[in-house]
């Protein structure tokens, strides 16, 4: 399986951004598709996961301002990250699992997003 994340940038505070995760490869079903982050000097986090299901999960320093989605037929997950802040800035990492048998889980390459003005 393989992952490509796009979409991150610079951007103003209380902007927004759309990162877009594809995978391709053998994808089976029973998936969850997710985002986490990580800035200098601190560990990676959780933002947001997605069962192929639609039953979503947050990190506490995104919920009610980050969505994520997914487009199950396009094997793709979306966050649409809305009034961002100067601590979001951080790399992206997508990351794919699936938590039955036949277990895996693959990451994806970051994607930088900046938040500053």
């Known amino acids: 399986v393989q992952l490509q994340a796009s979409g991150g940038g610079l951007v103003q505070p209380g902007g927004s951004l759309r990162l877009s995760c594809a995978a391709s490869g053998s994808i089976l079903s029973a998936n969850v598709m997710g985002w986490y982050r990580q800035a200098p000097g601190k560990q990676r986090e959780l933002v947001a996961t997605?069962?192929?299901?639609?039953?979503?999960r947050y990190g506490d320093s995104v919920t009610g301002r980050f969505t994520i989605s997914r487009d199950n037929a396009e094997n793709t997950a979306y966050l649409q990250m809305n009034s961002l802040k100067p601590e979001d800035t951080a790399v992206y990492f997508c990351?794919?699992?699936?938590?039955?048998?036949?277990?895996?889980?693959?990451w994806g390459q970051g994607t930088q997003v900046t938040v500053s003005s």
């Open positions: 997605i069962t192929s299901g639609g039953i979503t």
């Open positions: 990351k794919t699992n699936r938590p039955i048998t036949p277990v895996y889980m693959y």
